[in-house]
């Protein structure tokens, strides 16, 4: 091949991947990723939301991974959560914010004063099993909390934790 049609050959392949690149671009997703996933973050995709008073409390997320990019968190303070306020016999429902399904998960809660979640009490877990669209925790005592959830996509590609402020009386 000469330098000519070598070069001619490069060209050619060139504008092949500009074109395929910009029909990637043109169907507005990102290849592996849900379209309804494709405009909002790996943030938005593995925070979880609790049942209450009419819709979806979301909480604070924390550490977490999706599709090998991640995040670590410290314990966040009682007072800077998003609260709900539930009666001692109400058991707490949580999903992912996005309604993807559920793999395992666990939970736990902590004494609203632990400044540094040194103190958390096991809430439930499960490790496997099939997927599902929410969780139920067990009602809590009375008193203030700090509810954690880590949740994990059932579709493999991440999880999250989660935290609440709850007021249970």
């Known amino acids: 091949m000469t330098g000519r049609a070598a070069a001619s050959a490069i060209v050619r392949r060139i504008a092949a991947l500009a074109i395929l690149a910009g029909l990637v671009a043109a169907c507005g997703t990102t290849p592996g ?14 925070t979880a939301e609790i ?24 314990w966040p303070a009682f007072g800077s959560l998003p609260g709900l306020t539930v ?6 429902i949580i999903r992912f914010g996005d309604g ?17 979640g040194a103190a958390v009490s096991d809430a439930g877990y499960r490790d496997d099993g099939p997927a599902t669209a929410q969780i139920e925790i067990e009602p809590l005592p009375t008193g203030r909390w700090v509810l954690i959830a880590r949740l994990f996509r059932a579709d493999g590609r991440g999880d999250g934790v989660t935290y609440w402020a709850i007021t249970v009386r």
Do not use: K, M
């Open 51 to 74: 049942e209450g008073d009419g819709g979806g409390v979301a909480g604070t997320l924390g550490s977490y991974t999706f599709d090998g990019r991640g995040s670590d968190s410290p």
């Open 100 to 116: 993807a399904a559920i793999g395992g998960w666990s939970a736990g809660i902590a004494a609203w004063d632990d400044a540094t």
């Open 33 to 46: 990723v849900e379209p309804a996933q494709a405009s909002r973050t790996p943030e938005q995709i593995v």
């Open 87 to 92: 009666p001692p016999s109400q058991p707490l």
